[in-house]
């Protein structure tokens, strides 16, 4: 399945997987095969980063 490309979206998408099925964010890129870093910068852009303590991106 293709990531949604709006960064509010993705940003939504992703936390709620994080959330309810992985455990880290190396998790869910390991299994759906999406990049680590591309995802970070993306939603780096819109003023979010990944924190690990929290297992979302704030």
Do not use: H, I, W
Request: hydrophobic content about 40%; some cysteine.
């Amino acid at each position: 399945m293709a990531l949604p490309q709006d960064p509010y979206m993705l940003l939504s998408y992703v936390n709620t997987k994080l959330r309810d099925a992985y455990p880290s964010l190396a998790a869910l890129c390991e299994d759906t095969g999406e990049d680590e870093e591309a995802l970070r910068d993306a939603l780096a852009a819109v003023g979010y980063r990944y924190d690990a303590e929290k297992n979302a991106f704030v």
